[in-house]
């Protein structure tokens, strides 16, 4: 079965720490693949408060998800500490992508990376929306 291949960029300009719950665990005693995701959520919550952005109103648009991609590296347990760095480009008419790597602050293991698709959205239009300024800053942040 041919896998996902994902590479981690030369560098992420923001990052944050999370520690993997209790109810982070699935059966297996690690990190589940949902709740990755759940704290890839977290990441770009906190990624877009540090530009003064929100899920629901970034520049006038709200982000939704439209696809996923994980690349799991090693396994991570409860009370680890893992720092989500968190990077932006690829900007494209109505989206972006969101670029992640998570390691284990205890020991610098690399955990995951993940990339997810965001799409620009008006939820009382329910339609796609143009990439708005500030995002369009944002994915390119040097000028």
Do not use: W
Not at 64 to 77: C, L, R, S
């Amino acid at each position: 079965m041919p896998r996902i291949k994902l590479f981690p960029l030369p560098e992420y300009p923001f990052q944050t720490e999370i520690t993997v719950r209790t109810t982070d665990l699935n059966y297996g005693g690690h990190l589940g693949n949902d709740r990755l995701l759940s704290l890839i959520q977290e990441a770009r919550v906190a990624f877009l408060a540090n530009h003064g952005q929100t899920e629901l109103n970034c520049d006038g648009v709200s982000l939704i998800m439209g696809d996923a991609a994980i690349q799991f590296k090693g396994e991570a347990y409860a009370g680890d500490v893992l720092r989500v760095e968190v990077a932006a480009g690829e900007p494209i008419k109505k989206g972006f992508r969101l670029f992640h790597r998570v390691t284990r602050i205890g020991d610098g293991a690399l955990i995951a990376l993940v990339e997810t698709g965001m799409a620009c959205f008006d939820y009382n239009e329910q339609r796609l929306r143009s990439l708005p300024p500030a995002l369009i800053k944002i994915c390119h942040p040097e000028g």
